[in-house]
C-alpha cells in the first residue's frame, strides 16, 4: 500500500535543546504587564523569548484570509498575529531564517470548544503563506509539566515562574486600575506601573533556580521575594496622589478569556475607552482563571468519587493546590496594602449561576460568565457589566443565551454584552456608552446619597480628605461598605472617620 | 441496501412493565446528542415502567415547528441545531393533547464513541453540552411556562462517555420525578439503556458491512456521509441523502462504519506497523487534538473513506454557523480528496431547506459519479491491495 497518499497533520522538526542559544521563543501574549514578567520568567531559566506584539485589526483580517473566515475572533486575532508577524519577519529575514529563528509558543491545546483546535488555523495559516516547518508548540493549560518539544523544557521551576508572574502582575493591574481615574496628575499612574512591572522583571530574572519539583514549589510558597519586589511596587505607587472624592461609574470587565485578558485593538482598546469616558475599570484578573480551572478539576473529581477509588486523594490534592493559589494571590494583594481587589470565591460563583448555568458545562468561561453577573451584583462590586463577546464562540453563545434568564429575573443589572469581531466597534461601543449613561446616573445619586446620608457636604469631605494625608495615596485601601463607588465609600469612609 | 434512518427508529417503542409509573409521561426533545443516544432512553424508560405511549419524543424539526411553538424564545442566534430546540421545547409544552408531567432534556459532557482508548476525550461540542440551559432560559425569562403548565424540567448533566457515573447522576435527577425511584433501579435500567444502545449500534455497523460488501462484490459505489448525527434529522440535514439514494446509490453514515478487527487489519495495519498510528482508531496522524466526540468520528470516518475503494463519493453536511466543523473542513476534505475519492460539501444548512440548489447539486454529483466512480474504485483498490475481507462473501454478515 502507498501510505504516501494519505493526507497526515502538519509536521515540523523538532526543537532541540542545542538550540536554546539562537532559538527565540514568541509566546502568545496576555497584557503587557503580564507578558513582559513572563518574558522575563524565560529569561531565568536560560530561554531567549519574547512576547508577541498585541494584535490589531489588521492582523483579525489576516486571520480571516489566512485561516478560516468563521473561526472565532480570538482564534482569527492570534493567527492572524503570528502570520503578520511571520510575513514582516520574513520580508526582513527570509523565510529560511525565520523558521530557524523562532519557535512560537501558546495555550491551546486542550478541549472542548475552538480553543483545542487553534493548531488547524496555525497549520492553514502557514501553509498559506509558505511557512510549513515553523515550529508551533502548543501546550495544555492545566498541566504544569509537559513536553515542550525538548528545546523548551516544560517543569515546575518554569510553570510555576509564570503562575507567580501571573498573580504578582494581576495585583498590579488592580492596583494601576483602581488608581489611574483618580489620579492628580495625568500620566502618574501609567509611569508608576512601568516601573513597577521593570521591578518584578528584575525580581523574576533573579530568582533562584530549583532543579528539583519539590524545592521549586516550596520556595514559591515560602519565599517573600515577590512580596518583598511588590512592597517596592507599593512605595512607588505611593508617590502618585489621588482624589478619590469623584463619583465614577465602576465597570467591571467580563467575557471571554482572551477578549477580556488583552488590553489593546482586539477587544476596542475597551479598558481605556472605559477610562476615557469617566469610568473606573474593574478589569478580569487571570488569576479568577487559574482558580476556575482548579474548580473545574475539582468538580471532575468529585463526579469520580463513586467510581476511582484515586479520585478522594487526588481531590484532596486539587484542594490544596486551590487554597494554595488564592493564599498566594492574597499575599500579593496585602503587599499592594491591599488596594487590588480579592477573588472572587469559586464556590460562591457557582452557586450563584447554578440556578442557570450548569457548574460542570464545559468551554470558555463555563458558569462563571452568570456567576460573576450576580457576583457583582451581590457584592456591589460595580455599576455596570461589561461582557466582552467574541464573534463566533461556541460556549459564549450558550451562557448569554442563560443570561436572558438572569436579566428576566434581576432587571436592574446594568449589562452590556458586546460582541467583538473586529468591524463593529462604533455599533459596540455606542451601545456600551448608553449603558455607561446610566451607570454614572447611579454612581452620582449614590455619591449625592452617601453624602446626604452622612450630613457631609463636598467641600467638608474635601477639607476632611485634605486632613487626612494618607487618602491621597494611592496605597490607601477604602474599605467597602454597602455602596459600590470609590467616591462614595470615600465619603463614607471619611465620616465614620475622625474629623 | 440503504440504511434506515434514525427517524423510523424512533418509533421502535418496546413496551414496559406496568403500574403507577406507567401514567407518567415524559417528553424528550429530539435534538442534538438525543440523535445518537436515543435507544439508550427507550431501553431505559421502559426498564423503569414508563409506559412507551407515555414517552414522547418531539417532531422531526420543521420551520413549522419553529415557527408554531418556539418563536419569541431563542436567546441569542447561533447554530440551526441549537436554535431549533426552542421549537422542540415549546412543541412539548404547549402542543400536546395530553400535558406531560417532565420535560426531561439532558445536558451531554461527554458522549460514549468507538474511539475511546484512542483519542484524548470524547466531550460533547459546547453547545450540545449547554443547549438545554439556552434553550430554558426562554421558557422562563418572563414567567415559569413549565411551572404554569405543571410540567416538571428536568436537565441532569451527564457524563454519558463514563457510563459507571450515569447511574448516579440520573438517579438524582429522576428520584424526585418517578415514585419510589431508588440507585439500584437506575443502575439497572441504564445497564438495559446500554445494552439497547449498543445492539442498536452493532445493528448498523453490520447492514453497513453488509452494504460495502455488496458494493465489493459487484464492485460498485456507494456514498459515504459525513454529519453531525443530528443531521439525520430531516428539518436539519434536509435529507441531501435520500436525493442521492434516489439516483440508486448506497448510502452509509460515517458513525455507522463497520469495525470488526480484519477490516480494520485490512485497512490500517500498514499504518500501523510503520509506528504511523497505534491502532486503527488512532487519529492523531490527522487531528491532534482529539477532544470532541462528534469531530473525532467524523475525522476517523473520512479515514475510512478514503481507504475504502467502493466509497467513492463523501457529502459533506454542516450546518451555519458550526464553530466545531469550520477547522475540519479542510483535513477533511483533503483526507478524501487525496484518496481520489470525490468529495461535496453542503455548508450552512440552516432552517429552509434550499431545495433548488440541493437539487441541482445532487445532479451534478450524481453525475460525477456515473462518470468517475469505475475509475475511482480500480485506483483505490490498486492503492489498497487485495485481501480486503469484505469481498469474502463470507464475511459479510459480520
Ligand atoms: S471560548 Fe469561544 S472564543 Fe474562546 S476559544 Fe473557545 S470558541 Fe473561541
Ligand atoms: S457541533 Fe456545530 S452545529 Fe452542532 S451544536 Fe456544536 S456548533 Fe452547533
Known amino acids: ?499 | 441496501m440503504p440504511i434506515p434512518t434514525l427517524a423510523n427508529w424512533f418509533a421502535r417503542l418496546r413496551s414496559g412493565p406496568s403500574g403507577d409509573r406507567a401514567q407518567l409521561r415524559i417528553g424528550i426533545p429530539r435534538t442534538l446528542a438525543i440523535w445518537s443516544t436515543h435507544q439508550f432512553w427507550l431501553g431505559f424508560f421502559a426498564a423503569l415502567g414508563i409506559a412507551p405511549r407515555n414517552l414522547v419524543f418531539s417532531s422531526p424539526t420543521s420551520e413549522a415547528q419553529y415557527h408554531h411553538f418556539g418563536r419569541g424564545r431563542g436567546t441569542v442566534d447561533c447554530c440551526y441545531p441549537v436554535k431549533c430546540m426552542a421549537g422542540h421545547y415549546g412543541e412539548l409544552v404547549f402542543g400536546q393533547k395530553r400535558r406531560l408531567d417532565v420535560l426531561f432534556s439532558p445536558m451531554f459532557h461527554s458522549i460514549p464513541s468507538f474511539l475511546d482508548g484512542a483519542v484524548k476525550t470524547s466531550l460533547s461540542c459546547p453547545r450540545v453540552m449547554a443547549a438545554p440551559e439556552n434553550i430554558k432560559a426562554g421558557f422562563l425569562k418572563e414567567r415559569d411556562v413549565f411551572g404554569e403548565r405543571g410540567i416538571r424540567y428536568v436537565s441532569p448533566l451527564l457524563d454519558f462517555g463514563e457510563p459507571a457515573l450515569v447511574p448516579g447522576q440520573l438517579h438524582a435527577a429522576l428520584a424526585e420525578v418517578i415514585p419510589g425511584l431508588t440507585l439500584a433501579e437506575t443502575t439497572r435500567a441504564a445497564a438495559i439503556g446500554w445494552a439497547a444502545l449498543q445492539r442498536f449500534d452493532a445493528g448498523l455497523r453490520a447492514e453497513s458491512a453488509a452494504v460495502l460488501g455488496a458494493c465489493a462484490r459487484r464492485d460498485a459505489p456507494c456514498i459515504l456521509v459525513l454529519a453531525r448525527p443530528y443531521h439525520m434529522d430531516p428539518g436539519i440535514g434536509h435529507e441531501i441523502e435520500g436525493e442521492l439514494q434516489a439516483y440508486g446509490y448506497p448510502i452509509l453514515w460515517g458513525q455507522y462504519l463497520p469495525i470488526e478487527p480484519a477490516l480494520m487489519a485490512w485497512m490500517f495495519g500498514a499504518e500501523m506497523q510503520r509506528g504511523d498510528i497505534a491502532s486503527p482508531f488512532d487519529i492523531a496522524d490527522v487531528w491532534p487534538s482529539s477532544y470532541s466526540a462528534n469531530t473525532n468520528e467524523l475525522l476517523w470516518a473520512a479515514k475510512f473513506a478514503a481507504r475504502m475503494p467502493w466509497i467513492t463519493c463523501v457529502i459533506r453536511l454542516t450546518s451555519y454557523e458550526c464553530g466545531m466543523d469550520q477547522p475540519t473542513f479542510s483535513p477533511v476534505q483533503e483526507i478524501v480528496e487525496r484518496s481520489g475519492t470525490l468529495f461535496f460539501a453542503f455548508q450552512e444548512l440552516d432552517a429552509t431547506k434550499a431545495a433548488g440548489s440541493i437539487k441541482i447539486r445532487v445532479e451534478t454529483i450524481a453525475h460525477y459519479l456515473e462518470h468517475a466512480s469505475g475509475d475511482i474504485i480500480r485506483q483505490k483498490r490498486r492503492l489498497m491491495g487485495a485481501g480486503c475481507p469484505l469481498e469474502d462473501a463470507t464475511s459479510q454478515a459480520a
Open chain 1, 1 to 499: 500500500m502507498n501510505v504516501s497518499a494519505f493526507y497526515r497533520a502538519y509536521t515540523q522538526p523538532d526543537f532541540t535543546p542545542h538550540e536554546r542559544e539562537r532559538v527565540e521563543i514568541r509566546f502568545a501574549g496576555l497584557h503587557w504587564r503580564a507578558d513582559r514578567v513572563i518574558q522575563a520568567v524565560f529569561e531565568n531559566q536560560g530561554y531567549r523569548a519574547a512576547p508577541m506584539p498585541a494584535a490589531t485589526r489588521d492582523d483579525l483580517m489576516a486571520g480571516r484570509e489566512l485561516a478560516d473566515i468563521g473561526q472565532c475572533c480570538p482564534a482569527s486575532f492570534v493567527t492572524g498575529c503570528l502570520a503578520n508577524f511571520l510575513r514582516r519577519e520574513a520580508a526582513r529575514l527570509g523565510a529560511d531564517e525565520v523558521k530557524r529563528r523562532y519557535v512560537y509558543v501558546s495555550i491551546g491545546s486542550c478541549g472542548p470548544c475552538r480553543f483545542g483546535q487553534y493548531h488547524q488555523g496555525y497549520e492553514l495559516a502557514l501553509r498559506h503563506l509558505g511557512m510549513e516547518g515553523m515550529r508551533l508548540l502548543l501546550l495544555d493549560q492545566s498541566r504544569l509539566e509537559q513536553a515542550g518539544g525538548g528545546g523548551l523544557e516544560v517543569n515546575l521551576q518554569l510553570s510555576l515562574g509564570v503562575v507567580w508572574a501571573i498573580l504578582c502582575t494581576d495585583a498590579l493591574q488592580s492596583l494601576e486600575y483602581r488608581t489611574r481615574p483618580y489620579e492628580t496628575t495625568p500620566g502618574a499612574t501609567d509611569r508608576a506601573a512601568a516601573d513597577g512591572v521593570a521591578l518584578l522583571c528584575e525580581a523574576f530574572r533573579q530568582r533562584p533556580r530549583h532543579g528539583g519539583k519539590w524545592s521549586a514549589l516550596a520556595w514559591h510558597l515560602t519565599t517573600r521575594h515577590f512580596v518583598r519586589a511588590l512592597q517596592l511596587v507599593a512605595r512607588r505607587f505611593d508617590e502618585v496622589e489621588v482624589d478619590r472624592l469623584v463619583p465614577k461609574p465602576v465597570v467591571k470587565i467580563t467575557g471571554e478569556f482572551y477578549l477580556q485578558t488583552v488590553e489593546g485593538p482586539a477587544n476596542y482598546d475597551i479598558h481605556r475607552w472605559l477610562e476615557a469616558e469617566g469610568a473606573e475599570v474593574y478589569p478580569a484578573a487571570i488569576a479568577v482563571w487559574l482558580d476556575y480551572l482548579l474548580r473545574v478539576s475539582i468538580q471532575n473529581l468529585q463526579a469520580r468519587v463513586a467510581v476511582d477509588r484515586h479520585a478522594r486523594a487526588k481531590l484532596a490534592v486539587a484542594k490544596v493546590l486551590q487554597r494554595l493559589l488564592r493564599w498566594t494571590f492574597e499575599r500579593m494583594r496585602r503587599a499592594l496594602d491591599g488596594v487590588p481587589h480579592a477573588l472572587p470565591e469559586q464556590a460562591e460563583l457557582r452557586a450563584l449561576a447554578a440556578p442557570y448555568y450548569h457548574h460542570r458545562l464545559a468551554g470558555g468561561e463555563g458558569d462563571m460568565l452568570v456567576g460573576k453577573a450576580l457576583w457583582t451584583k451581590r457584592h456591589r462590586a460595580a455599576h455596570m457589566i461589561c461582557e466582552l463577546s467574541p464573534y463566533s464562540c461556541l460556549p459564549n453563545t450558550m451562557s448569554v443565551g442563560a443570561m436572558a434568564g438572569v436579566l428576566g429575573k434581576h432587571p436592574d443589572l446594568l449589562y452590556a454584552p458586546l460582541e467583538v469581531k473586529g468591524d463593529a466597534e462604533v455599533h459596540a461601543l455606542s451601545r456600551c456608552q448608553m449603558i455607561l449613561t446610566e451607570a454614572k446616573k447611579r454612581a452620582q445619586e449614590e455619591f449625592d446619597a452617601a453624602l446626604a446620608r452622612t450630613g457631609l457636604d463636598l467641600a467638608e469631605a474635601r477639607r476632611r480628605q485634605a486632613a487626612r494625608p494618607a487618602l491621597r495615596r494611592a496605597t490607601t485601601a477604602i474599605p467597602h461598605r454597602d455602596v459600590v463607588g470609590t467616591g462614595a465609600n470615600t465619603v463614607l469612609h471619611l465620616a465614620a472617620g475622625r474629623a
